[in-house]
Protein backbone atom coordinates (compact mmCIF):
# COMPACT_ATOMS: atom_id res chain seq x y z
CA UNK A 1 0.00 0.00 0.00
CA UNK A 2 1.38 3.41 -1.29
CA UNK A 3 1.90 6.20 1.70
CA UNK A 4 0.74 9.02 1.70
CA UNK A 5 1.41 12.31 4.18
CA UNK A 6 -0.72 15.21 4.16
CA UNK A 7 1.26 18.03 5.34
CA UNK A 8 -0.70 21.23 5.84
CA UNK A 9 -1.06 24.19 7.95
CA UNK A 10 -4.09 26.07 8.80
CA UNK A 11 -5.18 29.09 10.76
CA UNK A 12 -8.67 28.95 10.72
CA UNK A 13 -9.33 25.60 9.32
CA UNK A 14 -10.47 25.72 5.76
CA UNK A 15 -7.17 24.07 4.48
CA UNK A 16 -7.94 21.70 7.44
CA UNK A 17 -10.42 20.74 6.38
CA UNK A 18 -9.36 20.52 2.88
CA UNK A 19 -6.89 17.88 4.25
CA UNK A 20 -8.89 15.59 6.31
CA UNK A 21 -11.10 15.12 3.19
CA UNK A 22 -7.91 14.93 0.53
CA UNK A 23 -6.84 11.94 3.19
CA UNK A 24 -10.04 10.62 3.22
CA UNK A 25 -9.92 10.03 -0.53
CA UNK A 26 -6.61 8.84 -0.85
CA UNK A 27 -7.80 6.49 1.78
CA UNK A 28 -11.22 5.30 0.01
CA UNK A 29 -8.52 4.99 -3.11
CA UNK A 30 -6.92 2.26 -1.40
CA UNK A 31 -3.94 4.33 -0.64
CA UNK A 32 -2.48 4.30 3.25
CA UNK A 33 -2.86 8.57 4.47
CA UNK A 34 -1.28 10.08 7.11
CA UNK A 35 -2.40 13.35 8.06
CA UNK A 36 -0.01 15.98 9.48
CA UNK A 37 -0.23 19.66 10.41
CA UNK A 38 3.33 21.33 9.56
CA UNK A 39 4.85 21.23 13.35
CA UNK A 40 4.17 17.47 13.48
CA UNK A 41 6.58 16.68 10.25
CA UNK A 42 9.98 17.77 9.20
CA UNK A 43 11.75 17.09 5.86
CA UNK A 44 13.76 14.12 7.72
CA UNK A 45 10.54 12.60 7.71
CA UNK A 46 9.94 12.40 3.86
CA UNK A 47 11.87 9.19 3.17
CA UNK A 48 9.18 7.20 5.15
CA UNK A 49 6.51 8.48 1.92
CA UNK A 50 6.00 6.87 -1.45
CA UNK A 51 3.96 10.67 -2.58
CA UNK A 52 2.78 13.59 -0.44
CA UNK A 53 -0.16 16.06 -0.85
CA UNK A 54 0.58 19.56 0.59
CA UNK A 55 -1.66 22.22 1.93
CA UNK A 56 -1.49 25.77 2.81
CA UNK A 57 -3.90 28.95 2.35
CA UNK A 58 -2.49 32.12 0.94
CA UNK A 59 -1.58 34.63 3.66
CA UNK A 60 0.71 37.45 3.32
CA UNK A 61 0.58 39.02 -0.17
CA UNK A 62 -0.19 35.82 -2.27
CA UNK A 63 2.84 33.62 -0.35
CA UNK A 64 2.85 30.76 1.67
CA UNK A 65 2.41 30.80 5.98
CA UNK A 66 5.45 32.18 6.30
CA UNK A 67 6.75 31.34 10.14
CA UNK A 68 5.55 27.46 10.10
CA UNK A 69 4.79 25.96 6.31
CA UNK A 70 7.49 28.24 4.32
CA UNK A 71 10.52 27.05 6.57
CA UNK A 72 9.71 23.50 5.99
CA UNK A 73 8.54 23.29 2.53
CA UNK A 74 11.91 25.22 1.74
CA UNK A 75 13.47 22.33 3.23
CA UNK A 76 10.98 19.88 1.39
CA UNK A 77 12.20 21.14 -2.03
CA UNK A 78 15.00 19.74 -2.15
CA UNK A 79 13.64 16.30 -2.15
CA UNK A 80 10.94 16.51 -4.41
CA UNK A 81 12.62 15.60 -7.44
CA UNK A 82 10.67 13.11 -9.16
CA UNK A 83 8.18 12.81 -6.58
CA UNK A 84 4.53 12.42 -7.24
CA UNK A 85 2.94 15.53 -5.29
CA UNK A 86 -0.78 17.31 -5.00
CA UNK A 87 -1.12 20.63 -3.99
CA UNK A 88 -4.49 22.72 -2.18
CA UNK A 89 -4.78 25.08 -0.29
CA UNK A 90 -7.59 27.80 1.21
CA UNK A 91 -7.98 31.68 -0.04
CA UNK A 92 -9.51 35.11 0.38
CA UNK A 93 -9.29 37.84 -1.94
CA UNK A 94 -6.62 36.78 -4.44
CA UNK A 95 -7.91 34.64 -7.42
CA UNK A 96 -5.17 31.95 -6.46
CA UNK A 97 -2.49 33.30 -7.66
CA UNK A 98 -0.80 32.20 -4.33
CA UNK A 99 -1.11 28.37 -6.05
CA UNK A 100 -0.22 29.53 -8.91
CA UNK A 101 3.08 30.58 -7.88
CA UNK A 102 3.26 27.81 -5.44
CA UNK A 103 2.69 24.93 -8.65
CA UNK A 104 5.40 26.70 -10.72
CA UNK A 105 7.74 26.06 -7.49
CA UNK A 106 6.97 22.71 -7.36
CA UNK A 107 7.85 22.21 -11.14
CA UNK A 108 10.85 23.98 -10.65
CA UNK A 109 11.44 21.62 -7.58
CA UNK A 110 11.15 18.93 -9.95
CA UNK A 111 8.16 16.97 -8.60
CA UNK A 112 5.24 15.05 -10.39
CA UNK A 113 2.82 17.53 -9.77
CA UNK A 114 -0.33 15.02 -10.17
CA UNK A 115 -2.77 17.51 -10.85
CA UNK A 116 -3.33 21.51 -11.07
CA UNK A 117 -3.34 22.16 -7.18
CA UNK A 118 -7.09 22.20 -6.02
CA UNK A 119 -7.44 26.27 -4.30
CA UNK A 120 -10.49 26.93 -3.10
CA UNK A 121 -12.24 29.97 -1.74
CA UNK A 122 -12.63 30.43 2.25
CA UNK A 123 -14.47 27.11 3.63
CA UNK A 124 -15.08 23.92 1.02
CA UNK A 125 -18.22 23.43 0.25
CA UNK A 126 -19.83 20.11 -0.32
CA UNK A 127 -18.04 19.81 -4.08
CA UNK A 128 -14.88 21.56 -2.88
CA UNK A 129 -15.04 18.88 -0.26
CA UNK A 130 -15.64 16.10 -3.42
CA UNK A 131 -12.35 18.15 -5.01
CA UNK A 132 -10.60 17.45 -2.15
CA UNK A 133 -10.98 13.57 -2.07
CA UNK A 134 -10.77 12.99 -5.67
CA UNK A 135 -6.96 15.06 -5.53
CA UNK A 136 -5.95 12.10 -3.08
CA UNK A 137 -7.37 9.61 -5.48
CA UNK A 138 -5.42 11.11 -8.28
CA UNK A 139 -2.16 10.54 -6.33
CA UNK A 140 -3.21 6.94 -5.51
CA UNK A 141 -3.84 6.08 -8.66
CA UNK A 142 -0.06 8.20 -9.94
CA UNK A 143 1.27 6.42 -7.38
CA UNK A 144 0.17 2.65 -8.87
C1 LIG B 1 -2.64 37.22 7.54
C2 LIG B 1 -3.50 36.78 6.39
C3 LIG B 1 -3.06 36.99 5.10
C4 LIG B 1 -3.82 36.58 4.01
N1 LIG B 1 -3.38 36.82 2.73
C5 LIG B 1 -4.14 36.43 1.68
C6 LIG B 1 -3.71 36.66 0.34
O1 LIG B 1 -2.63 37.20 0.08
N2 LIG B 1 -4.51 36.25 -0.67
C7 LIG B 1 -5.71 35.64 -0.45
O2 LIG B 1 -6.39 35.28 -1.42
N3 LIG B 1 -6.16 35.42 0.81
C8 LIG B 1 -5.40 35.77 1.86
N4 LIG B 1 -5.82 35.53 3.14
C9 LIG B 1 -7.10 34.82 3.34
C10 LIG B 1 -6.88 33.35 3.67
O3 LIG B 1 -6.14 32.70 2.66
C11 LIG B 1 -8.24 32.68 3.84
O4 LIG B 1 -8.90 33.26 4.94
C12 LIG B 1 -8.16 31.18 4.02
O5 LIG B 1 -9.46 30.64 3.99
C13 LIG B 1 -7.47 30.80 5.33
O6 LIG B 1 -7.38 29.40 5.39
P1 LIG B 1 -7.33 28.61 6.76
O7 LIG B 1 -8.73 28.65 7.36
O8 LIG B 1 -6.92 27.22 6.40
O9 LIG B 1 -6.32 29.30 7.63
C14 LIG B 1 -5.07 35.93 4.23
C15 LIG B 1 -5.51 35.72 5.55
C16 LIG B 1 -4.73 36.13 6.61
C17 LIG B 1 -5.22 35.85 8.02
New binding site residues.
Given amino acids: MKKIAVVYW???????AMATAAADGAKKAGGDPALFRVNEFSAQDMKEYDGFLFGC???????LEESEFEPFFREAESKLSGVPVGLF???????GE?MRQWEARVKDDGAKLVEKGLAIE??PDEKGLVDCAARGEILVKALA
Avoid: F, L
Avoid at 10 to 16: A, F, K, R, V
Avoid at 90 to 95: A, E
Fill in positions: SGGGNTEPAMGAEVGSYGWGGWNA
